[in-house]
């Protein structure tokens, strides 16, 4: 093979490469949790950021990288001293202090709007970040205050108003195709405004290690049209429905039985606990733990009786002792709060 097949060959590998991880790279700039796939008002302002920030890095490293090319190729005799300092300066100095001034002045100019509180009047949830979960409170105006877990849902082209805490360790509330993160300060209170832009199934996550299942620590967003998100607001303010099915109604005796309700809630029963997510409609919901599971009966028994396998350290204990079909009528049971 001559030298110039041979090094037409690497050229092409050298291609082909680049444009494999360019397609990687954009392909991971989509989907539900990314913060370059804009779905809200904040989200898109950030993006606009991280493009421009893009942009100038990129003039920033042609400027450094056209210098150092002009100094390998260029003939010693040919470089005069003045013309050199000249590109010292400009390519050194000049360009990098402009393009980070500039880039400096847009980024703080765009933190007011960012952190300014949502409009009064505007949809208020309360979220806590705990060890491994999500305690999501809704204030409906006018309405009553109802607790849920780890599901958030929001109408589409309206501002809501976050309000943050944590009552263990420090968390960080993020949804990126939405907006920033936050972080959940124990002893503090924090606030986040965001406005979704369209309608979609997001995901968020803890953004600030707390802890052995740090990673486990995932929630969904629902973004729905206004009417949709008035009758689920609606639904999720009853209180849970009697179980019918016999298989059910046995589950709920074993779910009293069992002491889980000196843990979990299940309005309309006597489970009242506080200590653990709400459970009145957790079969209506997304995941299971906390983004961890598929809402299904058999990850429900998987979750009941493998809890710290499925997510290490979780305050929850492992119900493996109960007899299987005990397990099972749990799960039936828990599948039926929709
Ligand atoms: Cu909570 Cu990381």
């Not at 093979?1 to 060959?9: F, H, Q, V, W």
């Not at 298989?247 to 506080?274: D, I, K």
């Amino acid at each position: 093979m001559s030298i110039n097949a041979a090094r037409l060959r690497s050229w092409r590998s050298v291609v082909r490469l680049m444009v494999l991880t360019g397609a990687l790279l954009v392909a991971g700039c989509s989907g539900v949790q990314s913060a370059l796939s804009p779905a809200g008002r904040e989200a898109e302002r950030i993006a606009d950021l991280f493009w421009w920030m893009t942009a100038g890095a990129a003039v920033v490293w042609l400027a450094v990288i056209a210098l150092a090319i002009y100094a390998v190729r260029a003939r010693p005799e040919s470089r005069k001293q003045r013309r050199d300092s000249l590109l010292i300066i400009g390519g050194g100095v000049v360009v990098p202090t402009v393009t980070l001034t500039v880039l400096l002045v847009y980024g703080l100019a765009m933190l007011p709007p960012l952190l300014a509180p949502a409009p009064a009047g505007s949809l208020q949830i309360a979220v806590s970040g705990e060890q491994w979960w999500w305690r999501v409170r809704y204030q409906p105006p006018g309405g009553e205050a109802f607790t849920l877990a780890n599901e958030i849902r929001l109408p589409v082209g309206e501002p809501v108003q976050f309000r943050l805490d944590s009552p263990d360790v420090i968390h960080s509330f993020w949804i990126p195709s939405l907006g920033g993160k936050m972080d959940m300060i124990p002893g503090r209170v924090t606030y986040l405004a965001l406005t979704p832009t369209k309608t979609g199934v997001f995901r968020g996550a803890c953004a600030e290690y707390c802890g052995a299942s740090h990673a486990l620590m995932n929630f969904s967003v629902v973004v729905q049209e206004k009417e949709e998100f008035i009758r689920w607001l609606a639904e999720q303010a009853e209180p849970a429905q009697t179980p019918v099915e016999p298989m059910a109604a046995r589950g709920q005796e074993l779910f009293l039985a069992n002491g889980c309700s000196a843990c979990h809630t299940v309005r309309g029963t006597p489970a009242n606990g506080v200590i653990g997510p709400d459970l009145t409609h957790v079969g209506s919901r997304l995941s299971l733990a906390a983004g961890t599971l598929p809402n299904e009966p058999d990850d429900f028994r998987r979750w009941v009786a493998h809890t710290t396998d499925v997510k290490p350290g979780v305050l929850m204990p492992s119900f493996h002792m109960l007899p299987p079909e005990d397990l099972r009528a749990l799960a039936v049971y828990l599948e039926s709060l929709k």
